[in-house]
């Protein structure tokens, strides 16, 4: 069975960092690419980034409104997806989920909040 | 950057309603698009991949159409548990976006 599971939300201060993880189980992790969704309460989904396999590099992209401040990583020997988020602002709030490519499973996600 | 327009926002219907949902794109993205529900509470379901084609599982009530930059979401007879959100996905080019998503409420 395949499982995502996200940990690492809390709550920041303005200007601070943040680092999510995301497990998973229950599929060859080194195989597909990974992306993360975010979703502010009450709001739409936004896709946040993506990282590519060791076949592709490990390349990445990401959404112009993070671009600068969050890094995608993975660790296929730990089969886990990481988050940095730096320089956090408001408007990073949001539920932040993994995603396997082709968007096929999702995390349950995990709360960031982002207020003095 | 790709612009994904989804309408309506919000809409009302009842249990036997033909709902369409419409996404546009600011330019063309041929049929790289995806179709999602999401439930309160809930992480968000594929329903259509390729802009038409249905995942195994999905009710086949649930279709969809286009290409280029005009796509459609049809439900042909709504029942209690489609009321939900519905999100479509640009993956065609960098950066990935959503639409602003369809809450289908009832009536």
């Known amino acids: 069975e395949v499982q995502l599971v996200e940990s690492g939300g809390d709550l920041v201060q303005p200007g601070g960092s943040l680092r999510l993880s995301c497990a998973a189980s229950g599929f060859t992790f080194s195989d597909p690419y990974m992306d993360w969704v975010r979703q502010a309460p009450g709001k739409g989904l936004e896709w946040v980034g993506r990282?590519?396999?060791?076949?592709?590099?490990?390349?990445?992209k990401y959404a112009a409104s993070v671009k600068g401040r969050f890094i995608i990583s993975r660790d296929d020997s730990k089969n886990s997806l990481f988050l940095q988020m730096n320089s956090l602002k408001t408007e990073d709030t949001a539920v932040y989920y993994c995603?396997?490519?082709?968007?096929?499973?999702w995390g349950q996600g995990t709360l960031v909040t982002v207020s003095s | 950057d790709i612009q994904m327009t989804q309408s309506p926002s919000a809409m009302s219907a009842s249990v036997g309603d033909r709902v369409t949902i419409t996404c546009r794109a600011s330019q063309d993205i041929s049929n790289s698009l995806i179709w999602f529900q999401q439930k309160p509470g809930k992480v968000p379901q594929r329903l259509i991949y390729d802009a038409s084609s249905l995942l195994s599982g999905v009710p086949s009530r649930f279709s969809g159409s286009g290409s280029g930059t005009e796509f459609t979401l049809t439900i042909s007879s709504l029942q209690p548990e489609d009321f939900a959100t519905y999100y479509c996905l640009q993956h065609k080019s960098y950066p990935y976006s959503f639409g602003q998503g369809t809450k289908l409420e009832i009536k």
């Open positions: 995603a396997k490519v082709p968007f096929d499973y």
């Open positions: 990282v590519r396999n060791k076949a592709n590099s490990y390349t990445t």
